[in-house]
């Protein structure tokens, strides 16, 4: 019912700061406002990991401990879209950033649409 399409990757010094959008569409019958849209990476080797959800509104928000602080999510229903805005990266930061939509709460709920990822590299 949904399609998410990620951008905004690419290569930034330690330190430096990325913006992530998740552009969604949304199919005939859904509504955009049921579903939690949550980020999550991989790293090549390890496990993908969540590292942030929204709820239907910006007053409902998880952020994993490893970017706590650092990692901002919001979200414009208006416009079917979905930012991570990233700051102070590190090279531990470096991973394919996924974005996800589930009709649980939390990020380790099923989440059932993906978007194709986008890179993020942060050099040291």
């Known amino acids: 019912q949904l399609q998410l399409v990620e951008s905004g990757g690419g290569l930034v010094h330690s330190g430096g700061s990325l913006n992530l959008s998740c552009a969604i569409t949304?199919?005939?019958?859904?509504?955009?406002?049921?579903?939690?849209i949550g980020w999550f990476r991989q790293a090549p080797g390890k496990e993908r990991e969540g590292i942030s959800c929204v709820g239907n509104s910006d007053s409902s928000i998880l952020y994993a401990d490893s970017v706590a602080g650092r990692f901002t999510i919001s979200r414009d229903n208006a416009k079917n879209m979905v930012y991570l805005q990233m700051n102070n990266l590190t090279p531990e930061d470096t991973a394919r950033y996924y974005c996800?939509?589930?009709?649980?709460?939390?990020?380790?709920?099923?989440?059932?649409?993906w978007g194709q990822g986008t890179q993020v590299t942060v050099s040291s």
């Open positions: 996800a939509a589930s009709l649980w709460w939390g990020l380790t709920v099923p989440y059932g649409s």
């Open positions: 949304v199919t005939s019958g859904a509504t955009l406002t049921a579903w939690t």
